[in-house]
């Protein structure tokens, strides 16, 4: 099975399955003498951990995370860094009935039909349960880039079905972001999206919505044509988490509303710097960063694990219907927000690693 590895220099592998021992991750090529702790990563896992709040899945995992090489009194050796979470609640049971059956918009027809065999227990490999170790190892990078470069990542939740935020990005903080249980900036906006998830999952059903990513504090020149551009990078890292179905940056999609003229960003100098006076590259130029807030936001589909029944075929290929039983999100999008940042971080590491190699080359 190929498709486990994420990046260049910076290089993560994911391994473990949903209801399998563990879940975890190999770091490649982090540089040495960086401080890390259990302590660290685990701020961030907590953001992504099952049972956090009324409008999340129940499974109670405590995704306690644990540093099991690469790292000696504190600081990071430049050998591979391996982060282990142990599974603790896992109820195969309540995945007995499904074993034969193919649940709707999951991975179960494609793993078999693809590799003969499939781990039914909450979808396996397939399953978001995989991210955990993404966000662990994000959570380094983002450490990284912080002590370095002072880039932050500032995602948040901006819309769920009908209800968004218009809160402007480039003024967001990360306060304002977990102060409440659903990551929307905008605590009105919060309540209503709240209570719109509460009401979903009382009805045994499901929802989606869009996170809107932030990078702030990018330098200039990370980015690689042609075809490992910042913006195809992002995109990539995007729509390789699960649930996702859609990736723009910048004006995205409204792009065709504007003339030339309109769309353009114009160029000014500030304190000896060159800025735009607008931002419709999403801080992104072919494919490159132009050192302006990078901006994108990604579309999440409703989870389809539902307890309503729904129409399907099992193994014999004989029609059936299933209700799903289990803990599962009504909504992916409070949770999916580290995920967001931890994959925006990755690329953002390898990007400035490939880039520091350039730098070299050329003072030689």
């Known amino acids: 099975m190929t498709g486990n590895s994420f990046g260049t220099i910076f290089k993560v592998t994911t391994f473990g399955e949903s209801h399998g021992k563990c879940v975890g991750c190999v770091v490649d090529g982090c540089p040495s003498n960086i401080k890390i702790s259990e302590q660290y990563i685990q701020k961030e896992l907590d953001k992504r951990k099952p049972g956090q709040s009324s409008i999340t899945t129940q499974r109670q995992e405590e995704d306690r995370v644990q540093i099991m090489s690469g790292v000696f009194e504190g600081k990071t050796t430049g050998t591979p860094i391996m982060l282990l979470i142990l599974n603790k609640d896992q109820n195969s049971k309540d995945y007995s009935n499904i074993k034969d059956i193919f649940r709707p918009s999951h991975g179960d027809y494609t793993y ?17 349960r995989e991210t955990a170790a993404r966000v662990a190892a994000g959570a380094i990078a983002q450490k990284i880039l912080k002590e370095k470069l002072n880039i932050e990542f500032l995602s948040y939740v901006q819309q769920v079905g009908n209800i968004k935020t218009d809160i402007d990005f480039n003024s967001v903080t990360q306060e304002q972001i977990e102060q409440n249980i659903v990551r929307c900036p905008n605590s009105e906006t919060a309540k209503q999206i709240i209570k719109l998830i509460q009401e979903t999952k009382e009805q045994g059903d499901s929802i989606g919505g869009i996170i809107q990513g932030v990078i702030k ?56 710097k060159v800025k735009t006076k607008t931002n419709n590259s999403g801080g992104i130029q072919a494919g490159i960063s132009n050192g302006e807030i990078i901006n994108f936001r990604v579309a999440f589909k409703p989870t389809p694990t539902i307890s309503k029944p729904q129409q399907t075929v099992n193994i014999h290929k004989q029609e059936t219907t299933i209700q799903a039983n289990g803990r599962h999100d009504p909504c992916v999008l409070p949770r999916a927000v580290s995920i967001v940042n931890a994959m925006a971080a990755l690329v953002i590491m390898d990007m400035y690693l490939l880039n520091s190699t350039l730098v070299i080359a050329r003072s030689t």
Do not use: W
Request: aromatic fraction near 12%.
């Open 112 to 128: 078999l039909e693809k590799y003969g065999i499939r781990d039914y227990r909450g979808g396996g490999r397939s399953s978001a």
């Open 217 to 272: 504090n990018v330098p200039t020149g990370l980015g690689e044509p042609v075809f490992d551009k910042l913006s195809a990078q992002l995109a990539k890292a995007m729509m390789s988490i699960n649930a996702t179905k859609g990736f723009e940056y910048g004006s995205g999609f409204n792009c065709v509303d504007f003339k030339g003229s309109e769309h353009n960003d114009e160029f000014y100098i500030k304190n000896e």
